[in-house]
């Protein structure tokens, strides 16, 4: 008899049966499903099963919340129920058939994009700082810019743009390599790929809407001409032929012998995805492009113009997203060349605006997240400075609701912006120093429309966000209502200390041996073990990390934060290697994903110490372990070591939760949250 037969039982029959089950997998602390027919799952009555802590879906999966012996009750469950587990890949693959249409694009686009954040937020930020001092004419009554005026900013501007123009132009190149990455495929057949469509062989792509037709140059083949046509800067094109590429890998791998796949396999992908993206894929996304740019035309110069106006301001963010945007550019030379300036352009500097605003208003829901600090705030500072990419891809894309609100903004601003004629001399800068490319007449009017762009965005964003966020999106605490479980936890501790008279001295004691030496504090260990009949703590727990201890509730998982688990706190690790806080045996370990640990101590206490959230989807990239199950670790003695950067780039907050999840013969455990610790030294937790 397994030792959770009959809630394995219970749990197959509750959750709908074997065929509401489309794969099943497991993580540290629960299982994973992902069903048919969520609404077969019973809830409530899954939720009463003793061996079950709580349910929640998220991603498109439904977990059961189970603890420490997951594992356990996951091979009985698999074996009782006759289904093959899979893979933590394969559930997440599995549950995005549980989204519609939409969410599947905007998750897949996400994944793509993930990756190449961090250089669309360097990027953004050079050429925003390449704008002002090169695009903006500050000096001489508005004749020339601070590089025209000095030789040093002359040069900078110049050699910013290696940067620029290796994020930006070259932007198909890290697009393909990342498809080719979430794939599966062979990455630097990806990256020639990528190469291939911004080779200076071919004429650049931001060159051809301003290149005569006949000047194009072509590869002549006899019985066909091929445009030499580069795809800097495209997106459409670059995704289109990056999934050519992938599955045509795929398919020739399934068919080609293993003994020739090594040759065979990449000369016959990568040639006809070439071949395929420069006579296909290329030319769909110009043909797309102008299609956009004639509708654009005809609509500005039509008597809905202010209609118009408002359809462009709205759609203008997804336009950027998918790189047609650079049209635009032709039409406003036109506009231009024909009126002697061009409404459009005030309209794309309001879109930066707005899409920055609700940024902006993100930064300040997500305060205490610092995974997304270091996104939101060089992303906004990029976007009002005319770049928005870091901001859509980084931010907003992401969480949707602030890309919508975003482009309601624009839509208002650019409504009145056409409404009352606006007009810019020239393409300019883009963003809040867009004024400056504006006619000087129109100066107040626009100055309405950047406060319209500012305000609309930030507000819906706020309100919006405020309601929808998570908590794990806002780090636990959301307004008063986690200032005020914070000031309960801490209030708590105080009352904990001021009826624990006896205590008050050996914590002053603990306190002073640990900031001396380890000999110092367990002398100190061993009174207060001596004295615990007196009410003073038995023992403590160190720090199994070197960073900032928060209350349990901040951290960004409701399975932790609502202490499903158990109780704890939080850590922020300015560490990567975590180390046993007490003298103890390991119970388990993810030797998969290598995440997490979970340690049994002599008294019976039980402990997980779980690295970052969501992290077991990295399949144990970036994770090394040191343990396993059974072994005796002593405290300060290394557990598992992780790398912060790959944590980062695969996007999930690095939190780490340290639970006690079963008290043993301890009568009661005291946390010390709000403290910088050291591990392996700093006592975090006292148990009487």
Not at 54 to 67: D, E, H, L, N, P
Request: net charge negative; with cysteine.
């Amino acid at each position: 008899m397994g030792k959770y037969e009959q809630d394995v039982q219970a749990l197959l029959r509750l959750i709908g049966g074997k065929e509401n089950i489309r794969a099943v997998s497991h993580c540290m602390t629960r299982m994973r499903f992902v069903l048919a027919d969520e609404k077969k799952a019973d809830t409530d009555g899954i939720g009463k099963l003793p061996s079950v802590k709580g349910t929640f879906t998220q991603a498109g999966q439904y977990q059961v919340i189970i603890g420490n012996d997951v594992s356990t009750f996951y091979n009985e469950f698999t074996a009782y129920a006759g289904i093959e587990g899979v893979s933590k890949d394969a559930a997440k693959q599995a549950a995005k058939t549980n989204q519609n249409v939409v969410q599947r694009i905007m998750s897949n686009l996400g994944e793509i994009f993930a990756p190449l954040i961090p250089a669309l937020i360097c990027g953004g930020l050079i050429l925003g700082f390449r704008n002002i001092i090169g695009e903006i004419n500050f000096f001489n009554n508005g004749t020339q810019s601070l590089a025209d005026i000095s030789q040093f900013w002359a040069g900078t501007y110049d050699f910013l743009w290696l940067i620029g123009e290796a994020v930006f132009h070259l932007l198909p190149v890290g697009i393909v390599w990342s498809i080719t990455k979430k794939m599966g495929t062979t990455q630097i057949l990806g990256i020639v790929l990528g190469l291939t469509l911004v080779s200076s062989q071919l004429l650049n792509g931001f060159s051809v809407a301003s290149t005569p037709a006949d000047q194009i140059p072509v590869w002549d083949f006899g019985f066909a001409k091929v445009q030499m046509i580069g795809y800097q800067g495209q997106v459409i094109a670059a995704i289109m032929a990056g999934f050519v590429l992938v599955y045509l890998e795929k398919f020739f791998r399934k068919i080609c012998p293993q003994v020739v796949s090594m040759i065979v396999v990449p000369f016959c992908s990568l040639l006809p995805a070439v071949i395929i993206a420069h006579t296909i894929v290329g030319p769909i996304g110009w043909k797309i492009g102008n299609f956009i740019a004639d509708v654009v035309y005809s609509g500005l110069t039509s008597s809905f113009g202010v209609l118009f106006a408002g359809v462009f301001g709205l759609l203008y963010a997804p336009i950027v997203m998918t790189g047609l945007h650079h049209m635009t550019n032709a039409i406003d030379s036109q506009l231009v060349s024909l009126y002697g300036g061009t409404n459009l352009w005030p309209m794309i500097a309001l879109s930066n605006i707005a899409q920055g605003s609700a940024v902006l208003a993100m930064s300040i829901l997500q305060k205490k997240n610092d995974r997304a600090k270091q996104i939101n705030i060089p992303a906004c500072i990029s976007c009002y400075l005319g770049v928005t990419e870091p901001a859509l891809f980084g931010v907003n894309l992401k969480y949707v609701f602030p890309l919508v609100c975003g482009m309601i903004g624009s839509a208002i601003a650019a409504m009145v912006s056409v409404g009352f004629g606006v007009q810019a001399v020239s393409i300019g800068v883009g963003g809040i120093p867009g004024i400056l490319s504006i006619y000087s007449q129109y100066w107040g009017i626009f100055l309405v429309c950047m406060l319209i762009a500012i305000v609309v965005p930030f507000a819906l964003t706020f309100l919006v966000g405020s309601r929808k966020l998570s908590a794990a999106d806002r780090y636990g605490e959301a307004g008063e209502s986690g200032a005020a479980s914070e000031d309960a936890a801490v209030s708590e501790s105080t009352a904990a200390s001021e009826t624990d008279s006896a205590n008050d001295a050996a914590g002053d004691e603990a306190s002073a041996s640990t900031d001396s030496d380890d000999s110092a504090e367990d002398v100190n260990h061993g009174k207060a073990s001596a004295d615990s009949a007196g009410g003073a703590a038995a023992g403590t727990l160190k720090s199994p990390l070197d960073g900032r201890i928060i209350p349990i509730e901040e951290i960004p998982d409701e399975v932790f934060s609502q202490k499903i688990m158990g109780d704890g706190v939080g850590i922020e690790p300015t560490g990567n290697t975590v180390c046993a806080p007490a003298d103890a045996t390991v119970g388990v370990v993810m030797a998969d994903s290598k995440h997490a640990c979970g340690l049994v101590m002599d008294n019976g206490m039980e402990i997980l110490i779980h690295v970052g959230i969501d992290t077991v989807d990295m399949n144990g990239d970036g994770f090394e372990l040191f343990v396993k199950e059974g072994d005796r670790v002593k405290t300060g003695d290394p557990l598992i070591s992780f790398t912060p950067e790959k944590i980062r780039a695969a996007g999930h907050p690095m939190t780490t939760a340290f639970l006690i999840t079963d008290n043993g013969s301890a009568a009661d455990v005291r946390f010390l949250p709000n403290q910088d610790a050291k591990a392996g030294q700093t006592v975090i937790a006292e148990y009487a």
